[in-house]
Nanobody
């Protein structure tokens, strides 16, 4: 199983970025998917969750600004980030979980300048 993120970069506060995670070796239609982020020296936090058969859920810090989605045909997990803030700066990683197994990508850096 491999997860490969893309779409990170540098953006000014108030701007938008779209992240994508290409998954191989795992059918997204059968797993719960997540996006997490980690700042240097801090624990990773899950910011967006999309479980099978359920509506998306978001951390309070990103609610109303981020949108998680899955494209089962392309086997990608996506995260649209709008109205970005400097405190959104972190390494963003995608995650797929099935039957107790958890798979993380290596992450992509998102930097929001003020």
């Amino acid at each position: 199983v491999q997860l490969l993120e893309s779409g990170g970069g540098v953006v000014q506060a108030g701007g938008s970025l779209g992240l994508s995670c290409l998954v191989s070796g795992l059918a997204l239609s059968s797993v719960d998917v997540f996006w997490g982020r980690q700042e240097p020296g801090k624990e990773r936090e899950v910011v967006a969750t999309l479980r099978r058969g359920s509506s998306a859920m978001y951390a309070d810090s990103v609610k109303g600004r981020f949108t998680i989605s899955r494209d089962s045909a392309k086997n990608t997990i996506n995260l649209q980030m709008n109205s970005l803030k400097p405190e959104d700066t972190a390494i963003y990683s995608c995650n797929g979980r099935k039957h107790g197994a958890s798979y993380w990508g290596q992450g992509t850096q998102v930097t929001v300048s003020s």
